[in-house]
């Protein structure tokens, strides 16, 4: 018997899976923040090397690669962070850190769009800061690569250029927090569960995005992501 909804449920969020027409279908969207040194400084921040922060933007956020998006609302310093993220096959509660990568299905890389003016003001006051980073369209992600074809990438470039100019450029090595340290450390928080991405956070070189600008993004070994900024009509 079909289920009985009082409204049309809303479609399921997914995400490509590189040289397949398979789905990835996606729970949830977990981040990190400040994982890695040269981004933390250039906030004016610390670095966390003891605890990883976690902060979300919910599922439906989603861009798919080579979109063309809106110049977002509300806002007048709209920035760009490239990421290394991680898709998840398994989950649960207390995972070792020896067994967090068997949890992982595969790699993408991912950009995590920022409202930097509304993020500032709110830390500022102390109040949460979940509209700068979970608006609509503030997901953007290349296809998915399994880790049986890849590994688990460690090391390599990661790099973002906007109008084919590099604005961010580190290695993957550089992270503070590993990716089996993030898996670990998140599931001490939630039950962690097939479907959930992580974006593992950004190096240096954050900036802003105007109306018309073309961003493509790079994680070695992983894959590219890419999108345009609408102009303004």
């Known amino acids: ?28 969207i977990f981040c990190v923040a400040l994982n890695y040194a ?34 977002p609302p509300q806002t007048g310093d709209f920035h760009h962070e490239i990421e290394l993220v991680a898709a998840l096959r398994d989950g649960g509660l207390n995972i070792p850190a020896e067994r967090a990568l068997d949890c992982v299905y595969g790699y993408a890389a991912g950009i ?7 993020q500032a003001a709110a830390r500022a006051i102390g109040r949460p800061w979940d509209m700068s980073k979970g608006f609509d ?36 090595s550089d992270m503070i927090h590993p990716v089996a340290g993030i898996v670990a450390a998140l599931s001490r928080y939630v039950a962690l569960a097939p479907g959930d991405l992580i974006f593992t956070g950004t190096p240096a070189g954050v900036g802003p995005l105007r109306p018309g600008d073309h961003v493509e993004g790079v994680v070695e ?6 999108l345009t900024i609408k102009k303004d009509d």
Request: a neutral charge; glycine letters at 10%; charged letters at 25%.
């Open 1 to 28: 018997m079909a289920e009985d909804f009082v409204i049309p449920p809303p479609p399921r969020a997914d995400a490509a899976v590189a040289g397949t027409s398979a789905r990835f279908p996606v729970r949830r």
């Open 221 to 226: 070994g992983v894959g590219t992501v890419s």
């Open 38 to 71: 040269d981004h933390a400084r250039e906030m004016g921040k610390e670095a966390t090397p003891d605890e990883p922060f976690f902060f979300a933007k919910p599922a439906d956020a989603l861009v798919a690669d080579g979109a063309a998006i809106p110049y």
């Open 137 to 172: 369209l503030s997901a953007p992600l290349g296809a998915i690569r399994p880790a049986a074809d890849i590994g688990h990438p460690a090391r390599g470039r990661i790099a973002l250029s906007v109008n084919g100019a590099t604005r961010q450029q580190g290695d993957l």
């Open 112 to 118: 995590d769009l920022t409202r930097r003016d509304l």
